[in-house]
């Protein structure tokens, strides 16, 4: 059994605690117009633009939105044309098509970059890795079963609010780049970005949740606990205690999803091996932050009558020193396959209750966003046609089914018969 030593602070976590200024969020959107601003012929009302997407304007805008999110400024516009705009020839005259021709094109490469990470964000991770690049952060999901109704609409709000929080972290990992004057990834195989490519994806997501319009649409007030903890284990007794640190208690996660759980980290960390952390002392930690979504059904009553149904996420996120995350990816020769390694985490979960009615009056307009974030891109352009938010959001997020009930299921069989 590892050793081990910790520490556990409660409630360190909150959400909803936000700077005031919103644009100092995202430095660098300036060089990068603004990261979606959009050029009019994508704004008109009920216009089909050139890549064949229609987008109706059948949303008023928030007016007590935070407009400080590049997304929102793309719904204000979007907001201001159908209501200034409806009928107005001038706005696809060619005199004010030509009075922005750099932010245009400024944009253009704003959204095809956006684009790309939400391409990423549906790729598998093992292949992202082997193209030498961080994988976007894990979103899992534990589907209910098919036939439970409410369970499953509940579900698949939390499908469509992964796909907003894609679209929003897609943005946040775009303007940090523009901030550094930084054209491309960070790579896995370059020196000194080994870390720097990981804890991008990790800010972004955790930004997108934190900061900004989306930390309105979760209910945190259960609190998070952080803990820190130290080992010293064996190699192999790694996988278990991680993924125990990021599921422990959530009662749909069977043994049959651990085993899945553990394919998956194995897969995850085998892609990595190639790739030398390289890690110094002054290098900072190595962070990732894991989302899985979740139903509770509460049973009022205790006969099994009467629940109450409501659409969690789980929010983990973890942080390792770097030279021992290192040392866990050595594949050490005959002599030492059972030698002991120290490790330390630090874990900080959050459970956050989606708001659904929330979601749902948002829903329109962020399925409009995404539209125009993905209509150059073909892969994503089918997916979102077919079903939305909520077609990307399943895309995007690793499911692990219910399993159902065999005594159930066998009483029906016979029944049937």
């Known amino acids: ?34 990261c979606l601003s959009l050029p009019n012929s994508f704004l008109d009302h009920n216009r089909t633009t050139d890549s064949q997407i229609t987008i109706t304007n059948n949303f008023t805008m928030d007016p007590n939105a935070d407009l400080s999110h590049p997304i929102e400024r793309v719904l204000a516009g979007m907001s201001a044309s159908a209501t200034e705009m409806p009928n107005d020839e001038s706005a696809t005259s060619p005199s ?39 994988p976007p952060s894990f979103i899992f999901g534990l589907e209910p079963s098919p036939k439970e109704d ?55 997501v955790i930004k997108a949740l934190t900061v900004g319009p989306l930390a309105q649409f979760y209910d945190c007030s259960t609190g998070g606990s952080t803990q820190t903890e130290i080992f010293t284990l064996k190699r192999s007794e790694l996988h278990p205690l991680i ?37 110094t002392d002054d290098q900072p930690n190595l962070n990732h932050v894991v989302l899985i979504n979740y139903i509770r059904a509460t049973d009022l009553t205790g006969g099994g009558h009467v629940f109450v149904v409501e659409p969690f996420v789980r ?53 409009q966003v995404l539209q125009l974030m993905t209509s150059n891109k073909q892969d994503l352009e089918s ?24 005594t159930e299921d066998k009483k029906e069989d016979k029944e049937n018969e």
């Open 150 to 204: 409410d369970q499953v609409k509940a579900f698949s709000q939390l499908l469509g609010m992964s796909a907003v929080v894609r679209m929003f972290a897609a943005i946040n990992t775009v303007a940090a780049r523009g901030s550094r004057k930084q054209s491309k990834p960070y790579s896995l195989s370059k020196e000194g970005e080994y870390v720097a490519a990981f804890n991008e994806g990790t800010d972004a």
């Open 315 to 367: 929010r983990v996120y973890t942080s390792l020193k770097s030279q021992e995350w290192a040392t866990a990816l050595e594949k050490p020769g005959f002599f030492r396959r059972n030698e002991k390694i120290k490790f330390s985490i630090e874990t900080t979960v959050t459970e956050m209750k989606l708001n659904g009615p929330k979601y749902q009056a948002n829903k329109a307009k962020y399925e």
């Open 96 to 134: 004010s098509q030509s009075a922005q021709p750099s932010q245009d094109s400024d944009s253009s490469d704003s959204m095809d970059m956006v684009a790309v990470e939400l391409q990423r964000a549906i790729a598998e991770p093992t292949t992202t890795i082997k193209h030498g690049q961080a």
């Open 243 to 279: 993924l125990k640190r990021v599921f422990s208690g959530l009662a749909s996660v069977t043994d049959e999803h651990m085993k899945d759980l553990d394919q998956v980290l194995t897969e995850f960390v085998s892609a990595l091996k190639p790739y030398d952390c390289a890690p």
């Open 383 to 406: 997916i979102v046609k077919k079903g939305g938010l909520e077609a990307f959001g399943r895309k995007t997020c690793r499911l692990l089914p219910a399993e159902e009930d065999k």
């Open 1 to 34: 059994m590892p050793s081990r030593s910790s520490s556990q602070k409660q409630d360190l976590v909150n959400p909803h605690q936000r700077p005031s200024s919103g644009l100092s969020l995202y430095p660098g959107l300036s060089s990068i117009s603004y």
